[in-house]
């Protein structure tokens, strides 16, 4: 995307999905000095959460209807490249036990990558659309978004988000636990009440001694909320405040059953989820002290824009988390740049003939080098698998699970036994670029075991084959570097129980 007359048109189109627990939404929109002109907006209630089944596995049916929907976006997304288009599922992708399986379908209907992001990855994106969408200055706010299977509450500054939460209540979970025959009674507010003030403990202290001068909301369920009590008069200046809430409650109590509840404001398709949205959202209220609340248009899909903005302008999330996790484990910056340039080297000879995507693997090989030591923070003789662990499991701004899980197979390959049966774990899309960037990746490292300071020229000749590849070194070099044609030879023979075909050739001098 760029902002000249050359820029073609499809690259100033960006399009944000997000998979939620309870409706998918899409929107594509134009960019235009840096502001979002929406040029189209899907919204479906394809009610993802409400399809777990007893053991936690998303039913034939909700898939179906999930298929359905991800067709018809697919049908709007047509056109558009990769790089142009960021697709994210939250809470119910993130626990559904065939969710893996799902989603090999969901890609390939869709027509283009899907991630799935942590509750904190989440947070993130939803306080970037928030604040991109109501301009935040830099007084401090806290953010809420109830979701259909979690709620997220972040406290920022601007447009960076101090500390985010995202906790495990929604609007449907609490409604098929609490809510499920459709009855409103006292008992049952009271008890979803209890269970998101339980939720709610852990973040209690630190949220209230953090303050806010202003509370945000921004969710389909916190808006709904706004209208009906904009619509029924009990709020003077359309704010959501507790005492408007507890309204809102005598008022459902009062109906007795979703069916009948006839409120000015509220559509029909909310009714069902609205007596667990309205308990989740009291108890914050009470919990953390909250006095009124603002509503929001902006959310997670305009979170997810700004956010793919950064990326293609190299403002990206993901390279200031990497840089921060080395600053955090004392990684080595300058062995780093020695075994970056060699890897970048052997990425630029290989990447045509292995079908690399310049792009993405490529990036994805810097941040694996960049990271591969931190494990040398916890010990030497297993740094790898520290390393894998901790990329693995940290929470890794602006990278989905999936990300961190494929970046982590990638650095635990990085010695020893090559990670066959990691690579087959991971999405069938991703296995090829990994086992060729994995084998980049050692050499780099094999060339640089010495930790030389000085800056070496690196004598040799790879070329790449279907099976492997041919590396040609000269005579001269391999009588200097004696180790290092150890480590080569011991390579070749991790490689090759992976059937990967490591040919050394000596060059002789003329």
Same mark, same amino acid.
């Not at 340039?341 to 630029?348: G, K, L």
């Not at 030591?373 to 890794?396: C, F, P, Q, T, W």
């Given at each position: 995307m760029a902002a000249n007359d050359k820029t073609e048109p499809w690259e100033e189109i960006l399009a944000a999905i997000d998979l939620g627990s309870n409706s998918f939404h899409m929107i594509i929109a134009r960019v235009r000095d840096g502001h979002f002109h929406v040029l189209d907006s899907l919204r479906e209630m394809v009610q993802l959460r409400a399809g777990l089944d007893e053991e936690g596995s998303l039913t034939e049916a909700a898939q179906t209807r999930a298929l359905a929907c991800l067709s018809r976006f697919g049908e709007r997304l047509s056109g558009l490249p990769a790089s142009s288009v960021r697709a994210v599922g939250t809470n119910t992708l993130r626990v559904a036990k065939n969710s893996r399986l799902f989603l090999q379908k969901a890609r390939q209907t869709l027509g283009h990558p899907i991630e799935i992001v942590a509750g904190e990855e989440e947070a993130r994106l939803i306080y970037l659309g928030v604040a991109h969408a109501l301009s935040f200055d830099q007084k401090r706010r806290l953010v809420?978004?109830?979701?259909?299977?979690?709620?997220?509450?972040?406290?920022?500054?601007?447009?960076?988000?101090?500390?985010?939460?995202?906790?495990? *209540?929604?609007?449907?979970?609490?409604?098929? =636990?609490?809510?499920?025959?459709?009855?409103i009674t006292r008992k049952k507010l009271k008890a979803a009440a209890l269970a998101a003030r339980v939720q709610l403990r852990d973040i209690r202290r630190e949220y209230r001694k953090m303050g806010w001068e202003r509370a945000v909301g921004a969710s389909g369920t916190i808006r709904c909320v706004?209208?009906?009590?904009?619509?029924?008069?009990?709020?003077?200046?359309?704010?959501?405040?507790?005492?408007? &809430?507890?309204? &809102?409650?005598?008022? *459902?109590?009062?109906?007795?059953?979703?069916?009948?509840?006839?409120?000015?404001? #509220?559509?029909?398709? !909310?009714? @069902?989820? +609205?007596? @667990?949205?309205?308990?989740? &959202?009291?108890? @914050?209220?009470?919990?953390?002290?909250?006095?009124?609340?603002?509503?929001?248009?902006?959310? #997670? !899909?305009?979170?997810? +824009? $700004?956010?793919l903005v950064g990326r293609l302008h190299h403002d990206d999330e993901r390279e200031r988390t990497v840089t921060a996790m080395m600053k955090r484990y004392h990684v080595d910056i300058g062995h780093i740049d020695r075994i970056d340039?060699?890897?970048?080297?052997?990425?630029?000879k290989t990447?045509?003939?292995?079908? #690399?995507?310049?792009?993405?693997?490529? =990036?994805? &090989? @810097?941040?694996?080098?960049? #990271? %591969?030591?931190?494990? +040398?923070?916890?010990?030497?003789?297993?740094? %790898?698998?520290?390393?894998? $662990?901790?990329?693995?499991?940290?929470? *890794?701004?602006?990278?989905?699970?999936?990300?961190q899980y494929v970046l982590s197979v990638l650095i635990q390959g990085q010695r020893k036994s090559f990670p066959k049966k990691e690579i087959k774990n991971l999405a069938d899309e991703v296995q090829h670029s990994i086992r060729w960037l994995t084998v980049i990746l050692r050499l780099a490292l094999v060339f640089n075991r010495g930790r030389s300071k000085q800056e070496e020229v690196l004598d040799c000749q790879l070329e790449p084959t279907k099976k492997g590849l041919k590396l040609t070194l000269s005579e001269e070099w391999l009588a200097t570097h004696p180790l290092t044609e150890q480590d080569l030879l011991q390579e070749q023979t991790y490689l090759a129980k992976a059937k990967i075909k490591l040919k050394l050739i000596t060059k002789t001098a003329d």
């Open positions: 809420m978004d109830i979701g259909g299977g979690s709620t997220e509450f972040i406290i920022g500054e601007g447009l960076t988000g101090l500390r985010r939460e995202s906790l495990s *209540m929604g609007c449907v979970s609490f409604t098929q =636990q609490f809510f499920a025959d459709g009855d706004a209208s009906v009590v904009a619509a029924n008069e009990w709020s003077d200046d359309g704010c959501i405040t507790l005492e408007a &809430l507890d309204k &809102l409650q005598l008022a *459902m109590i009062d109906a007795g059953h979703v069916d009948k509840l006839k409120l000015a404001g #509220l559509s029909e398709e !909310r009714a @069902a989820i +609205l007596p @667990a949205g309205v308990s989740v &959202l009291w108890t @914050a209220f009470q919990v953390l002290k909250i006095d009124r609340m603002t509503v929001s248009d902006g959310a #997670l !899909r305009e979170g997810l +824009l $700004y956010d340039r060699a890897a970048q080297q052997f990425f630029q990447a045509k003939k292995w079908q #690399l995507d310049p792009q993405v693997d490529g =990036q994805r &090989l @810097a941040w694996a080098v960049k #990271l %591969h030591e931190i494990g +040398l923070a916890i010990s030497h003789g297993s740094r %790898h698998k520290h390393a894998a $662990y901790l990329v693995a499991n940290s929470d *890794m701004s602006g990278f989905s699970r999936e990300d």
